[in-house]
C-alpha cells in the first residue's frame, strides 16, 4: 500500500489556533485604538438612541485597524442600540449604487435582485423599506473610495437628501477623494473623521503579544520572536497585517523543521521570503522610464481610470497607452476593462500590484 504523503509530514508542533494570526480574525481588544474607538463610539451613541447622528469618515494607511475597530464598535452598537441596524458593505465586492442598495436590503431581510431592476427601482425599496419598518440605519462602506473610482458617488448624495434616518461609516485609505462631493451633500453628511495613525513598534509588540498567546502554544513563542517580527512591519510602514503575517510563516517555518519552538531563525526565514516577494515587485518596477515613474506615482493614492491618468500626466494618448502596456506586462499594474453604463464602450482602471 503506498504511504500517504501528509502521514510523512512533522507533526504540527506549535500552533493551538493559527486562524488567531490571519487578517480576518476579530480580537476581543485593539491594542493602540483605544482613542479611535472611543470617538466612533461617541459619533454612534446619539443614532443609538434615536437622535440624530453626524456621519463618519475613518482613513488611515493600510493594517492600522481600521475595519477591525469598526466592527468592533458596531458589534457592541448593535447589543445597545434601539431601533438601530447595520449594513456592512465591501465597495470593491458592491460598487455600484445598485449593487451597494441591493445588499442593504439583503442584509435587512428584504430580497431585491441584483439583476432586473433600475437603480431607482431598487432606491425606492430600500428607502420604503426603512421607512415602513421605522428603521434607523448605519450603513458602514469599506473601501468607500472605490465608489469614486465608479462615478458612483452619488450614492452619498441620495442618502443625504433622505427624509429616513441613515448614517454613513465611510473606511477608506485614501480620503482625499470625499474632497469631491458637493459642499451641500458634505454638511448634510455632517461627516466626523477619525484618523487611524500608522502603529509604532511598541503598539505592534503589544498587538503580537495578544495574538501569540492565543495562536501559539504556551512555550512555543518568546518575547524576541515578537519583538523581531513588530521591528520588521515597522520598518515596512507600520503595517499590523505585515507583522501578523510574518509571525504566521514563523510558526509555519518551525512547523517544518519539526520543532517545539518558535525561533530567531524561523523568524529571519519568514522575512526573507517577505523580501523576496517585496524585491520582485521591485525588480519588475526597475528600469521604468520617466512616464512609467508618473504612472506609478499617481496611484500610489489608489486605483484610477487609464483615460483620467492621462490627463493628469498631459502624456500623448499612443505614448501613454504604451507605457501602460508595459507595465502591465511586467505585472507592476493591473488594467481591468469595464462596461461604462450609458454608454457602449469600456473603461480601463488601472491600479497598482
Known amino acids: ?52 447622528g453626524a456621519s463618519v469618515l475613518i482613513f488611515g494607511p493600510p493594517g492600522t485597524g481600521k475595519t477591525s475597530s469598526a466592527k468592533s464598535v458596531l458589534t457592541q452598537f448593535k447589543d445597545f442600540a434601539q431601533k438601530a441596524q447595520v449594513a456592512y458593505i465591501n ?12 445588499e442593504a436590503c439583503r442584509l435587512m431581510g428584504l430580497a431585491v435582485p441584483r439583476r432586473g431592476l433600475a437603480t431607482d427601482e431598487v432606491r425606492s425599496d430600500f428607502f420604503n423599506h426603512l421607512q415602513k419598518h421605522g428603521i434607523q440605519l448605519v450603513l458602514v462602506l469599506d473601501e468607500a473610495d472605490r465608489l469614486f473610482h465608479k462615478k458612483e458617488e452619488a450614492l452619498l448624495y441620495d442618502i443625504s437628501r433622505a427624509t429616513v434616518p441613515i448614517m454613513v461609516v465611510a473606511i477608506t485609505n485614501t480620503p482625499d477623494v470625499f474632497q469631491r462631493l458637493d459642499p451641500r451633500v458634505k454638511s448634510s453628511l455632517s461627516l466626523q473623521a477619525i484618523d487611524f495613525p500608522k502603529y509604532n513598534p511598541l503598539e505592534l509588540k503589544t498587538i503580537l503579544r495578544e495574538r501569540a498567546g492565543k495562536a501559539f502554544r504556551k512555550s512555543a ?5 515578537v519583538g523581531l517580527c513588530a521591528a520588521y512591519a515597522a520598518k515596512a510602514g507600520g503595517d499590523a497585517r ?10 509555519r517555518q518551525a512547523d517544518r523543521r519539526g520543532a517545539l519552538m518558535v525561533q530567531e ?8 521570503e517577505q523580501d523576496q516577494l517585496n524585491a520582485s515587485v521591485a525588480k519588475r518596477q526597475a528600469g521604468a522610464n520617466d512616464i512609467e515613474q508618473s504612472i506609478l506615482a499617481a496611484l500610489d493614492g489608489g486605483p484610477k481610470y487609464s483615460s483620467d491618468l492621462q490627463k493628469e500626466l498631459d502624456v500623448p494618448e499612443r505614448t501613454f497607452r504604451r507605457h501602460l502596456e508595459q507595465l502591465a506586462q511586467k505585472r507592476v499594474v493591473s488594467v481591468e476593462d469595464e462596461q461604462n453604463v450609458g454608454s457602449a464602450g469600456k473603461r480601463r482602471l488601472v491600479k497598482k500590484v
Not at 465597495?91 to 445598485?98: E, S, V
Not at 505585515?242 to 510558526?251: E, F, P, T
Open 1 to 52: 500500500m503506498a504511504i500517504n504523503v501528509f502521514d510523512e509530514l512533522p507533526p504540527s508542533g506549535v500552533f493551538v489556533n493559527e486562524s488567531v494570526l490571519s487578517p480576518e480574525f476579530l480580537p476581543d481588544v485593539l491594542p493602540g485604538r483605544e482613542k479611535q474607538i472611543e470617538q466612533l463610539a461617541m459619533a454612534l451613541r446619539p443614532f443609538a438612541v434615536g437622535r440624530k
Open 91 to 102: 465597495c470593491w465586492q458592491h460598487y455600484t449604487q445598485q449593487s451597494v442598495l441591493a
Open 221 to 225: 513563542w518568546s518575547e524576541d520572536v
Open 242 to 251: 505585515v507583522a501578523l503575517d510574518v509571525l504566521w510563516k514563523s510558526g
Open 265 to 272: 531563525q524561523d523568524v529571519r526565514a519568514a522575512m526573507a
